[in-house]
């Protein structure tokens, strides 16, 4: 499934869920334009919604790219949500 949207001036593609991931990338205009760089990586392999993410922005313009896994993480159990099990927030390390 290919799907095309924007959200606040940036316009995004993504593609999937296929094997539970997903693909989207998007990029645009900022809202309030920065002077510097901002530069956001992060991977993780554990949690709701794991995967890369990147984001890169500067002066007006911004772009984004997500791989991610679209399932939830069931804490307590230390594994992702199985099919048509309710979200467990027992454990979630933000509590």
Do not use: C, Q
């Amino acid at each position: 499934m290919i799907r095309a949207h924007t959200h606040d001036g940036t316009a995004y593609v993504t593609v999937g869920p296929i094997l539970n991931k997903s693909l989207e990338i998007g990029g645009g205009l900022l809202r309030h334009p920065i002077r510097s760089a901002d530069i956001h990586f992060s991977f993780n392999t554990r949690g709701d919604h794991a995967g890369l993410r990147v984001y890169l922005a500067r002066g007006d313009w911004m772009f984004e790219l997500n791989l991610t896994d679209r399932r939830h993480w069931n804490w307590a159990a230390d594994r992702f949500e199985e099919e048509g099990e309710r979200p467990v927030f027992e454990g979630y390390p933000h509590e």
